[in-house]
C-alpha cells in the first residue's frame, strides 16, 4: 500500500473551515501523481513524450467526517484493478492517521493521444501497477467502477 | 430543468489541453450555487446565519469525452432525489450545447452546524426543491445514490 | 473599458468568509480570457496553432476591501501599456458594482514557443489591444510595470 | 530562512506545460502556512480562536523563468518587514534547487475581526516573527511594499 500525506491548508477550507469536496479530488490526484511517480511511471514523461494519454472515466468520493483547515491526513492508496484498457485506484484519507474520514475511487483509461480510443494497458505499466493490486474488502461487485470504462 | 454556462479557461485544462478533472465539480458546484440562489437558498446565506450546514457526503462523475480549453458547456442541473435528511443533484454537461460530455451526482446532507449530525430537510427547502424534482432515465437503482447517507 | 461580472463562490472564499487571494488573480485571468476572444485573440487557439506564447512575468495585486462569499464584483479591464515584446493589463474589482474592493496588475511577455526568448508583439495583436489602452490615472511611474519585463 | 519544497502537479500547469501564474501564490501561501505553524501561531488556530484576521492586502510575483508539470521547487521564505500593523514576506522558488526562477512578496495586515480596521502586530506574533527578518539585497526602496498598507 502506497502512503502520501498533506494538510488541509487555508484554500482547501470553506467558510465553514471544512475542505472543499473538489478539493479532495486534487489531493487524491497529488496522491496519485507520487505513486505513479514511485512506480516509475511520472506523469510529467508520459505527457510529454507518450503516444498515450491516461485521462479518468470516473471519480468517485465518500465523506464520511469533516476534515478541517490544519488537519493532517494520511492517504492510503491501492490499485483496486487492472483492466484490460483501463485501472482502478482507490483513497483512504485517515483524519490524524486515523479515523477514515474519506473515500476517492478513480478509474484511469488508456487512450491514443490524438484519437483518444481506449488501447491496452501498456505492459510495462501493467507490471509496475500489479504488486500494488490489493483486494478491496469487501470485493467490489462485478462492473462496479467499470460503468464508464470501455 | 435548471441550465447554467460556462467555458472551460486556462486554468481548467492540464497540459494534455483537457479539463482536469477535478475542476468538473467545481463548475458542477458553482451550477448548484446558481440554482440554490434562484431556489431561494442562496448557500452564502445559509452559511452564515444557518443553524444547518449541507456537507456533502457523496460526489461522483462520469467523463464520456474530453472538455478542452476554449469549449462552451451547458450545465443541465435536476434534482434526482430528495430524502429525509439529504438530496442528490444530478448535474449533465453538454459540449457547446449538444453531445454530454460528463456527469455528476452530489449528495447533500442537511446536518446540525456544530455537532454535525443529520437532521431533516427543511420544510421549505423541500418545497424549493421539489419543482426541480425529475425521474432520472432510466430509474436509479435502490440505494445507488444512499451509500454515504444516513 | 471592457467588462466582465462574476460572482464569489464558496470554494473562492476562506475559513472567515473572505475572497482567498489567489483566487483574485484567477478571476482577473478569467476577465482577461474573456477579454482577449473579444478582442479576436481567443487564447486556446493561440496556444493550439502559435508559434508564440504569452506567459505573464508580473502579477500584482492590492486588497482594498474584503470581498465575501456571495458578493457580486463587476470587473473593469484595462490595457495599461503596450511594450516592444509585453503589454500590461489592469483590473478593477467593483464590490456590488460601487467600491474598488481590490485591483491587479499583470504583465503578459509575447516569447518563442520553444525557446521562450522575447519577441515582439504581433502587429494584430497590437491592433487589437490598442482601442483599449487607456492612460492611467495618475500616470503610472516610469517603468513601474517594466522590472520584469525584457 | 525557511525553506519548503513541492512539486509542479499536473493541476498546476495549463495546457503549455508551464505553472499557472496564480498558482504560484498558493505555493507561496503554503510556504507561509508551514511557516507560520513553525513559529507557532498556526493559521487554523489564529482563524479559530483569534480576535484579529490577518488578511493580505497586496501580493505581487515576477516570473523569471517556466515552471514546468513535475519541476521540483525549492522555497526559500524570509520575513523583509515587520511594521506596526503589517509585515511582510517574501519567497524566492528555486527550479531544483538551483536557478531563481520566481519571486514572490506578500504584505499582511493584522485586522480586527468583525471591524476589519488595523490593529499592531501582536508582541508575541513580532517576536516569532523577529528572527526571520532578513535585510533585502539590494534593500527594498522607501515604501516599496507598503503602498497598500495602514
Avoid: W
Wanted: net charge negative; hydrophobic share 40%.
Amino acid at each position: 500500500m502506497y502512503t502520501h500525506a498533506f494538510q488541509v491548508s487555508l484554500h482547501d477550507a470553506d467558510p465553514a473551515g471544512i475542505l472543499f469536496f473538489a478539493h479532495l479530488f486534487r489531493h487524491a490526484h497529488d496522491a496519485y501523481e507520487a505513486f505513479m511517480a514511485a512506480a516509475g511511471f511520472p506523469l510529467h514523461t508520459a505527457l510529454e513524450g507518450g503516444r498515450v494519454l491516461m485521462p479518468l472515466v470516473h471519480a468517485e468520493a465518500d465523506y464520511l467526517g469533516p476534515l478541517r483547515h490544519g488537519d493532517r491526513v494520511l492517504v492510503e492508496l491501492r490499485v483496486e484493478r487492472i483492466g484490460r484498457t483501463s485501472f482502478t485506484v482507490g483513497c483512504e484519507f485517515r483524519r490524524h492517521g486515523k479515523q477514515i474520514a474519506a473515500r476517492t475511487r478513480t478509474v484511469h483509461t488508456v487512450v491514443e493521444r490524438t484519437s483518444f480510443r481506449p488501447v491496452p494497458v501498456p505492459e510495462p505499466l501493467r507490471q509496475a501497477l500489479e504488486p500494488h493490486l490489493l483486494p478491496t474488502d469487501p470485493p467490489e461487485p462485478d462492473g462496479a467502477t467499470g460503468l464508464a470504462t470501455p
